[in-house]
């Protein structure tokens, strides 16, 4: 799926075929479990800052699939709620610190 988005005045697209997919949501099982889900991807381009976005995808033919770019706060919350975590900027973990006084999931803050 592609998107046209702007950017400072030009355009990016973002290409789930092409971009780096950082988390894939299971897809279908026997039981028709998984039928909807959203993954997270990131489009890397020499000189724009990186975009992360959310493809909601639908395994009904009567649902429109989405791109949505969202921020790296945004990005690091998504992964945050399944368990995994977002490496690329260790800089900006603040919910680490706020892990380390106590504090359990991304809601909590």
């Keep these: 799926m592609k998107k046209s988005i702007t950017h ?3 355009k990016i697209v973002l290409d789930t075929d092409r971009d780096a997919c950082i988390y ?3 897809r279908g099982s026997p039981d028709g479990a998984y039928v909807r889900g959203k993954d997270l991807y990131v489009h890397v381009e020499g000189g724009v800052p990186d ?3 959310i ?3 639908s395994m009904d033919p009567g649902e429109d699939e ?3 770019p969202v921020s790296i706060v ?3 919350e998504f992964l945050e709620i399944r368990g995994l975590m977002l490496t690329a900027y260790p800089e900006q973990k603040g919910s680490l610190a ?3 006084y ?3 999931i991304a809601e909590e803050f």
Excluded: D, F, K, T
Aim: glycine fraction near 12%.
């Design 8 to 10: 400072n005045e030009g």
């Design 24 to 26: 894939y949501a299971p």
């Design 51 to 53: 975009v992360y976005y």
């Design 55 to 57: 493809h909601s995808w």
């Design 66 to 68: 989405l791109l949505h």
């Design 74 to 76: 945004s990005a690091e």
């Design 98 to 100: 706020l892990r380390s």
């Design 102 to 104: 106590g504090y359990g």
